[in-house]
């Protein structure tokens, strides 16, 4: 039975990747309490929470939500950080942590109620931003539009340019 206090972390926990879109699980051994500080620092400005929870307490609240497949790597020192908004953000900010703080090592993910492999995180690391996405879709969509106006407007262009070479020649002529 869990104390009062792990139940709260478990309640936390639970409802922190309940809420998560996108969830990364690190091994933070080897950091430095200040490197800690300036990883945290840096993930909340990307709008991403880090917090290191025991492993046993990890996994009773995974179950609790249904995410399954998180059992292999649940050993060792876990440090978990939750992107409420964006399921790449947290991928994207530990990828990019992992290259500075060498000694971070990126164990798996959570999508939906799956875990994926660290080298899924990696992949998901690598997708454009959600931004930049929607921009492709807009400029996508908007392209045969921008085509078509193009079209219906040629004849006027041309007829337009006709009518000036038309003046031009009837003003040289006369």
């Known amino acids: 039975m869990p104390t009062a206090e792990k139940a709260a972390v478990i309640e936390e926990t639970r409802d922190a ?20 500080g300036q990883l945290r620092e840096r993930l909340a400005k990307g709008g991403v929470t880090l917090r290191v929870v025991k492993n046993t307490l990890i996994k009773r609240a995974a179950d609790e ?25 947290a991928a994207k900010l530990l990828s990019q942590a992992q290259r500075e703080f060498r000694k971070m090592e990126i164990k798996a993910g959570i ?6 492999s660290a080298q899924g995180v990696k992949e998901l690391a690598d997708l454009p931003s959600k931004d930049v996405l929607l921009g492709k879709v807009v400029g996508t969509l908007n392209a045969p539009i921008q085509q078509f106006v193009w079209v219906l407007n040629a004849p006027l262009t041309n007829l337009a340019r006709a009518l000036d070479q038309i003046r031009q020649q009837r003003e040289s002529q006369g």
């Open 17 to 36: 990747l309940a809420a998560s879109q996108g969830t990364v699980l690190a091994d933070y051994r080897g950091l430095t309490v200040q490197q800690m």
């Open 65 to 89: 939500v249904g995410i399954d497949g998180l059992d292999p790597y649940l050993t060792g020192p876990t440090a978990v950080a939750f992107s409420p908004d964006d399921p790449v953000a």
């Open 111 to 116: 999508l939906g109620k799956s875990a994926i």
